[in-house]
């Protein structure tokens, strides 16, 4: 009898073992059908935009680095376009949100999917010879290319898709004013050969 119930308690933990495994599937699967409904975000780059960066590509192959620290830092650009925005009388506490959020993504993205292998040993050593953040060393070409790569980045979010759309449409706000700035922010001088460092 005492192994009959043994045998029983055995069996019901064995059951509640697989419910937990069966449960875990199933959240495995919602986050699966989340990550693919993510993975479809669209951010717009305007033609003249992406136009830049392939002359940054190109710019890349032909041995040319971006002249680092920036002239015009990513800290400094998004401050000018807080003070646009609140000048047009946009919600303060959101704006200061966004962009410390892509200041951060930037912090976070700009080693490990921001640099082409050319680069990598320029950011090893701005960074072990500064204190600064990298958003207040680099500059428009490398925010550009944070910008373009948003969509991807954010497809490793689960927010719902309201904040999605909210992000998306103040993401692709700067991209505008980018896009209306590009004339002073995008100069032929931003890069130097490799043989000149």
């Not at 005492?2 to 419910?19: F, G, S, V, W, Y």
């Not at 292998?117 to 925010?143: C, D, R, W």
């Not at 505008?176 to 931003?190: A, D, H, I, P």
Request: proline share 2%; with cysteine.
């Amino acid at each position: 009898m005492l192994e009959k119930n043994a045998d029983l308690e055995k069996l019901t933990q064995e059951e509640r073992e697989n419910k937990k495994k069966k449960q875990k599937v199933e959240d495995s699967s919602d986050m699966i059908d989340n990550y693919k409904i993510q993975s479809e975000i669209k951010i717009k780059i305007p033609q003249d935009l992406q136009q830049i960066l392939f002359e940054d590509y190109e710019n890349i192959l032909n041995n040319k680095l971006v002249s680092l620290p920036a002239s015009k830092s990513i800290k400094e650009i998004l401050e000018d376009y807080t003070n646009c925005k609140l000048e047009k009388k946009f919600d303060k506490n959101i704006i200061t949100e966004i962009v410390e959020g892509i200041k951060d993504y930037f912090d976070t993205a700009i080693s490990c999917r921001l640099l082409y292998n050319a680069e990598k040993n320029q950011h090893t050593e701005l960074m072990k010879n500064s204190n600064k953040k990298p958003n207040e060393i680099y500059g428009i070409v490398h925010f550009l290319r944070l910008l373009a790569k948003m969509g991807e980045l954010l497809s490793y979010t689960f927010w719902d898709e309201v904040c999605i759309k909210q992000l998306v449409f103040y993401i692709e706000d700067v991209i505008m004013y980018l896009n209306e700035q590009k004339s002073s922010l995008f100069t032929s001088k931003m890069y130097e050969s490799q043989s000149q460092r």
